[in-house]
């Protein structure tokens, strides 16, 4: 691990003949194998010959699927402003950290519903939506200055709405930002009744291929916006529980989510997951952490005040946001059931402690790390614990 793409390919080629003077392994006995191999070194092994290769593919579909990555950027409070990226691959259980050259600085480093990493100034908007955020892409900023707007990505399109500087006329406001024409465009501005939410601190965003849901995290009042006809739709009513103080929402696959903290901060009962019929706008609960892992997610402080939840496919990431030691995974698997479990957050400590951890989520494959190993002098190394 840890070596450039060409080398690997030289010792592909030098592994091929030996591995054809030997007694090959073939079939499910090599599959098998294979499934206890991380992804990184598949990518590797996949360069050895075309029967191991096809052997790869066929571990990855029959054996250890591949799951989604929880992606963590590290990034230091002060000049220059130095940005490390590690990820953990629940499919091997393993941290890894991705060594590349920094990213150009242009302000904080933020996330939006999960796939998205952006960075706005008054003279720049830069973000990234690929699995592993190998690629920039810079614009212009937007015509209204804004300080902490939601930021979401729908299609080809990028929505800022919100979060607007107190000079500005209208704290609603909303742009549209074309990927493919790089112009931008004004719309309807967001709904009234979050004129006093109207900022990424206060709302949780969900995107589908087709619209953005904006929901307000203390209140459960939410809003959808269709980025096509540029217009809102709503309210509707995401407070399942009259008990719920604090929620964020998500996609999970294909399946609209909210998560929900039961009580009040200084008495924080359970966290509860549901399932939202985009139709009705109805919520279904679906599971709900054990006690134990509540436990750790409050991270021995008496009080709980709200959390950041990351999805992806059939993962569920969830940590507190004033503490991110351990974070708390929820799995929807395939005979129907919710699985939990810890994971230990090997990337904080007294030095990440003085930054700021954005998370994102990712489906990442073999072809992302062939790219990732073949670009600007990257390589993965396992992070050990510290």
């Given at each position: 691990m840890g070596q450039d793409l060409g080398e690997l390919e030289r010792q592909g080629m030098a592994r091929r003949t030996k591995v054809e003077e030997e007694a090959p392994i073939y079939g499910d006995v090599l599959?098998?194998?294979?499934?206890?191999?991380?992804?990184?070194?598949l990518a590797h092994a996949c360069l050895v010959s075309n029967p191991w290769k096809h052997a790869v593919s066929s571990s990855l579909s029959h054996f250890n699927r591949l799951?989604?990555?929880?992606?963590?950027?590290?990034?230091?409070?002060?000049?220059?402003?130095?940005?490390t990226t590690h990820a953990y691959d629940p499919r091997s259980q393993l941290?890894?950290?991705?060594?590349?050259?920094?990213?150009?600085?242009?302000?904080?480093?933020?996330?939006?519903?999960?796939?998205?990493?952006?960075?706005?100034?008054?003279?720049?908007?830069?973000?990234?939506?690929?699995?592993?955020?190998?690629?920039w892409h810079h614009a212009q900023p937007p015509r209204v200055w804004r300080t902490d707007p939601i930021v979401s990505v729908v299609g080809s399109r990028i929505i800022i709405a919100g979060g607007s500087c107190?000079?500005?006329?209208?704290?609603?406001?909303?742009e549209i930002y074309d990927i493919e024409s790089r112009s931008w465009d004004s719309c309807q501005s967001m709904p009234a009744t979050l004129k006093d939410s109207a900022a990424s601190t206060w709302l949780s965003t969900a995107v589908n291929d087709r619209q953005m849901f904006v929901t307000e995290k203390t209140s459960g009042a939410t809003y959808s916006f269709d980025p096509a006809t540029k217009t809102w739709h709503g309210p509707y009513d995401l407070r399942p529980d009259p008990s719920v103080f604090f929620s964020a929402?998500?996609?999970?696959g294909d399946r609209m989510i909210l998560v929900g903290l039961i009580g009040d901060a200084d008495n924080v009962k359970n966290v509860k997951v549901w399932k939202i019929n985009e139709e009705t706008m109805k919520c279904e609960v679906v599971g709900e952490m054990p006690q134990l892992l509540l436990e750790k997610l409050?991270?021995?402080?008496s009080t709980l005040v709200s959390i950041g939840v990351t999805m992806k496919g059939d993962f569920i990431y969830i940590h507190n946001t004033l503490g991110s030691e351990a974070l708390l995974c929820c799995e929807f698997r395939s005979n129907g059931e919710i699985g939990w479990s810890v994971i230990e957050n090997v990337i904080v400590n007294d030095r990440t402690r003085l930054g700021s951890l954005v998370f994102t989520c990712s489906d990442v494959g073999i072809h992302d790390v062939h790219k990732a190993l073949r670009s600007d002098n990257r390589r993965f190394a396992v992070q050990s614990v510290e």
């Open positions: 599959e098998l194998i294979l499934s206890h191999v991380p992804l990184v070194d799951k989604p990555w929880l992606v963590v950027h590290t990034q230091t409070t002060r000049s220059p402003y130095v940005t941290w890894l950290h991705l060594k590349q050259p920094p990213i150009r600085y242009v302000s904080a480093l933020r996330s939006s519903h999960s796939t998205l990493l952006y960075m706005l100034s008054p003279s720049k908007l830069s973000f990234s939506y690929d699995p592993l955020h190998l690629a107190d000079f500005e006329d209208d704290p609603l406001a909303v929402i998500g996609f999970a409050r991270n021995g402080n």
